[in-house]
């Protein structure tokens, strides 16, 4: 096994990918049948810049066929390699081929793998730093909210956001993998110590957490290491968990009369969600749906703790 292990492992070192040819240009003019030209067209009617061919003046002025050879080369990149479309709507995708089509720049050679993940990356992250110097400039005079949040990435990892925010200018700080770990009190009260230690205590005026038994213990271990900084819940969590209570069906000898006004909520997110499933389940229903309707069709997340 290890044999045949390292036999695909030298095979697949000593690949080389195939050159997959280029789509012949829609521009060129072929003598031969079976291009799909029209046949009512006349060759003659055509405009000939010069006896060296290669289409008419319109298209050598525009370099339409070079231009189009640049689309499929563009194109080749994005399905040999699974990149998303979404790409091309990026501005800095957009401006890097702007920027060298309108530069002369011969020879030049795109960056390589190692290039781009140690020079260039540690550059930009410099750039970054120096960009960002002034709103840290602001930390000491303003004061600092150090906010935290749990989520999961495409790979089911649990993730801890950290953010810095002072006077509206939100700075994010780190994103900790939590995968194997175990998200008490005192492991949340870790991870906090260390981002206010990094923008310095005397900076920081709160920590923002949600509401989970967890993080209001490693809210009050804050409260006590550092006595200038409080410990504050968030509000939309708070209102959030304050709705489920109150149209929770099990408050409702506790909690008659508000029930009463407020179940309502309950019952229309319940049709809804039916609704939803309705569609969602049955693929005619669904393109009837995407054929009639622009927004988008959702559903409304549960509320996720740090646990």
Request: charged residues 20%.
């Amino acid at each position: 096994m290890e044999r045949l292990d390292e036999e695909v492992n030298t095979r697949i070192a000593n690949l080389v990918p195939k050159n997959v040819p280029l789509p012949s240009s829609s521009l060129s003019i072929s003598g031969g049948g079976g291009g799909g030209m029209d046949s009512s067209f006349d060759p003659k009617k055509r405009k000939i810049g010069s006896s060296s061919g290669g289409g008419g003046s319109l298209e050598k002025a525009f370099n339409m066929t070079q231009r189009e050879h640049l689309d499929y080369e563009i194109a080749r990149m994005f399905y040999s390699t699974g990149l998303p479309f979404n790409l091309v709507r990026n501005l800095y995708f957009q401006s890097a081929f702007t920027y060298a089509a309108n530069h002369n720049i011969a020879g030049y050679v795109p960056p390589k793998y190692n290039l781009l993940r140690t020079t260039l990356l540690q550059k930009e992250k410099a750039n970054i730093d120096r960009l960002c110097a002034p709103i840290r400039d602001m930390w000491r005079e303003k004061g600092v909210s150090v906010v935290s949040d749990g989520w999961s990435d495409s790979q089911r990892r649990p993730l801890i956001n950290f953010m810095a925010v002072s006077d509206g200018e939100p700075m994010f700080i780190k994103s900790v993998d939590c995968s194997g770990e175990r998200k008490d009190m005192h492991f949340i009260f870790n991870l906090l110590k260390e981002v206010i230690n990094e923008i310095g205590h005397e900076n920081v005026v709160q920590v923002i957490t949600d509401n989970a038994s967890n993080c209001k213990g490693a809210g009050q271990l804050i409260e006590q290491e550092f006595p200038s900084i409080v410990w504050t819940p968030c509000v939309v969590h708070s209102l959030n968990l304050a709705l489920k209570n109150i149209c929770a069906a099990k408050n409702v000898e506790s909690n008659q009369v508000i029930y009463d006004e407020c179940s309502w909520i309950s019952e229309i997110v319940d049709e809804v969600m039916k609704i939803k499933h309705f569609i969602m389940n049955h693929s005619m229903r669904l393109a009837i749906y995407n054929e009639f309707v622009n927004s988008e069709l959702l559903s409304v997340a549960d509320t996720r703790l740090l646990r």
